[in-house]
């Protein structure tokens, strides 16, 4: 089992940049695919990216294909999520999420962050 602890959000405006970190304690990181899943004000949490156990494969929801990009580093055990051309519309809260495949749902993941505060104004 892994916990996960987010960081790296902010405030930023539309156009800009954010990283967010996934920092994972436990000695078996990367024995897992890592996910990040994003919650705005009341809508559902939603898939945004994956990446499998050895950076492989990536997947990204379309509406942030060519903006973002999540890569891990399994010596330092994190994953991340550079977010690039910001919108208003990636208002939300985001969490890092760990399971034992890289799929879209959120049932398929078993553990996941606190969450942190993306904040983009137009």
């Known amino acids: 089992q892994v916990q996960l602890v987010e960081s790296g959000g902010g405030s930023v405006q539309a156009g800009g940049s954010l990283s967010l970190s996934c920092a994972a304690s436990?000695?078996?990181?990367?024995?897992?695919?890592m996910a990040w899943f994003r919650q705005a004000p009341g809508k559902e949490r939603e898939f945004v990216a994956a990446?499998?156990?050895?950076?492989?494969?990536?997947y990204y929801t379309d509406s942030v294909k060519g903006r973002f990009t999540i890569s891990r580093d399994n010596a330092k055990n994190t994953v991340y999520l550079q977010m690039n051309s910001l919108k208003p519309e990636d208002t939300a809260i985001y969490y890092c999420?760990?399971?034992?495949?890289?799929?879209?749902?959120?049932?398929?993941?078993?553990?996941w962050g606190q969450g942190t505060q993306v904040t983009v104004s137009s």
């Open positions: 999420a760990a399971g034992p495949l890289a799929t879209r749902f959120r049932a398929d993941y078993n553990t």
């Open positions: 436990g000695r078996v990181f990367s024995s897992y695919t």
């Open positions: 990446v499998t156990r050895s950076s492989i494969n990536t």
